[in-house]
């Protein structure tokens, strides 16, 4: 553990141990797809925090990608289907 972060941590129940860091490191691994087909190989926290970020970042450019898709669907599409498909997504 770094000194920095002994010396930041404060008394309590809300102390996390490098146990419980190195666990939730662990978990967050294996929920990105790339890092999860390589769960044999030992990757720093950092680096599972660098790829943790770049995954997110990639899911909204998805996400807005998508949603402009589907604006464009809806806007050429006759109002009664696009009712429908609206109606279908907000439930």
Same mark, same amino acid.
């Given at each position: 553990?770094?000194?920095?972060? %002994? +010396?930041?941590?404060? @008394?309590?129940s809300? +102390?996390?141990?490098?146990?419980q860091? $190195?666990e /939730?490191? @662990? &978990?967050?691994?294996? /929920?990105?797809?790339?890092? $999860?087909?390589r769960?044999?190989? &030992?990757r @720093?926290?950092? $680096?599972?925090l660098q790829?943790?970020c770049n995954?997110?970042?990639?899911l909204? +450019?998805e996400?807005?990608?998508?949603s402009?898709?589907l %604006?464009? /669907?809806?806007? $050429?599409t006759?109002?009664?289907q696009?009712?429908?498909?609206? +109606?279908?997504?907000t439930?």
């Amino acid at each position: 553990m770094s000194s920095r972060r %002994s +010396r930041s941590r404060h @008394s309590g129940s809300s +102390r996390i141990t490098d146990d419980q860091i $190195n666990e /939730l490191v @662990s &978990k967050l691994q294996q /929920l990105l797809p790339e890092m $999860n087909t390589r769960l044999s190989d &030992k990757r @720093s926290a950092a $680096n599972v925090l660098q790829e943790t970020c770049n995954y997110i970042r990639s899911l909204h +450019r998805e996400v807005d990608d998508l949603s402009e898709r589907l %604006s464009e /669907l809806l806007a $050429n599409t006759d109002t009664t289907q696009a009712a429908l498909i609206r +109606r279908l997504l907000t439930q």
